[in-house]
């Protein structure tokens, strides 16, 4: 007698998937895309779009104005690069950034320090934070309203240091090549260094306590745990934050604009008042978007640095 055996039963890895199946594993697949999408779609309408643009602008010459454009290779590029007031400009950039990122680094580190400092009292802390914090609710309208009209020869500036004894008559802040450049530079610092306060004062209360303990058993003073405690613990902070200051800063427009409108005498002009300038002013759009160029590159120079230290950590 035949002994009757039962058929064999596929693994489930090799079952056959209907066709059904194979669609609803690609559609659960698609869904996280489904999600990005929207953003993918801005992102690609509102910034690849434009960014491509320009540089195809910055290649040719008589665009927008005129309905036919001539390719003009690197001629744009050329014409920026060995244009004075570009170079004034880059130079004014250079110092402009520099200055405001040291000094927002100073500042903030040192007001952060003093707000997390123990000798100062519940209520006095907070008095102090309010008042430092002020500077940073201002939006850049208003704050350069404001020190246009402090900064003015009849300001309340000038009367105080006459007050005091310091200049017998009113200085033109705003107006004097040699003075209007270190005084936007000045406001930009006002205006700035709350954030660096809250951000550094964050990463101080981040730190173990037991460090400074250990430190001053070790027989450190104040100085020694500073730099060989609490810079190192803020380092990460410190360097992210120069960095993004950096970049923030070199796009500053409004409120150089509002102020002196990159004058007088060019001596506040930026990269940004430049570009602004050559397209809306002199509707030489080719070499706005070339200038439009060379600080989306110098941009991208920080930005590598930034997210290269970001992967470090």
Known sequence: MTSMTAPKT???????????????????RLVPYGYLSPTVLLIVVLMVVPIVMVISYSFRDNVIVQENSVFAGFANYTKVL?????????KNTAIFISVSTVAHLVLGLA???????????GVTKAIFRIVYILPWLFTIAVI????????????VINYMLHTLGVVQQGVDWLGDPGKALWAVTFVNIWSGYPFFMISLLA????IPGDLYEAAAVDGTNWWQRFVHVTLPQLRPVIISMAVLDLIWTSQQFALIWMM?????????EM??????????SEYEFATASAAAVIVLLLTMVLAFFYVRQQRER
């Open 10 to 28: 596929a693994a489930p890895s090799e079952r056959q998937v209907t066709p059904g199946r194979k669609r609803s594993i690609v559609a659960r």
């Open 260 to 268: 002196t409108g990159g004058g007088p005498l060019h001596a506040t």
């Open 82 to 90: 060995t244009d004075p007031d570009f170079l004034v400009a880059l």
């Open 144 to 155: 350069a309203v404001i020190w246009r009209l402090l900064l003015d020869p009849s300001g």
């Open 271 to 280: 990269l940004s008042t430049y570009t602004y300038k050559q397209a809306f």
């Open 203 to 206: 990463g101080l209360q981040g």
């Open 111 to 121: 007001f952060a320090m003093m707000l997390n400092t123990q000798l100062l009292g």
